[in-house]
């Protein structure tokens, strides 16, 4: 059983930065995929960002492509993403998510995702 856990959400402001991230304990995939989910008030979770654990290969949803990127730190089980250009429509709980197939494309659908954190609030004011 793995466990995930989120830190690094809170408050923003419109054109700022943070920076969430989330440590993996437990039992630990050599080759797996990380993502990134978020899940706004009466919206479905959407996908985020992913990133390919072994080849370091990332794929980000069209909305965040350019401002966010997720980035993993091997020595510490630990996945970043870093937001930047920050809008309130960024506005959601985070999860990090872990499939614990590994695929060169990371698949983008929740239902893939076997082991998931309890969430941190990101909140983007104007």
């Known amino acids: 059983q793995v466990q995930l856990a989120e830190s690094g959400g809170g408050l923003g402001e419109v054109g700022g930065s943070l920076s969430p991230s989330c440590a993996a304990s437990?039992?630990?995939?050599?080759?797996?995929?990380m993502g990134w989910f978020r899940q706004a008030p009466g919206k479905e979770r959407e996908f985020v960002a992913a990133l390919n654990w072994s080849s370091g290969r990332t794929y980000y949803a069209d909305s965040v492509k350019g401002r966010f990127i997720i980035s993993r730190d091997n020595a510490k089980n630990t996945v970043y993403l870093q937001m930047n250009s920050l809008n309130p429509e960024d506005t959601a709980v985070y999860y990090c998510a872990l499939d614990r197939i590994s695929t060169e494309i990371p698949r983008t659908g929740s239902w893939f995702y076997d082991d998931w954190g309890q969430g941190t609030q990101v909140t983007v004011s104007s």
């Open positions: 437990g039992r630990t995939y050599s080759r797996c995929v």
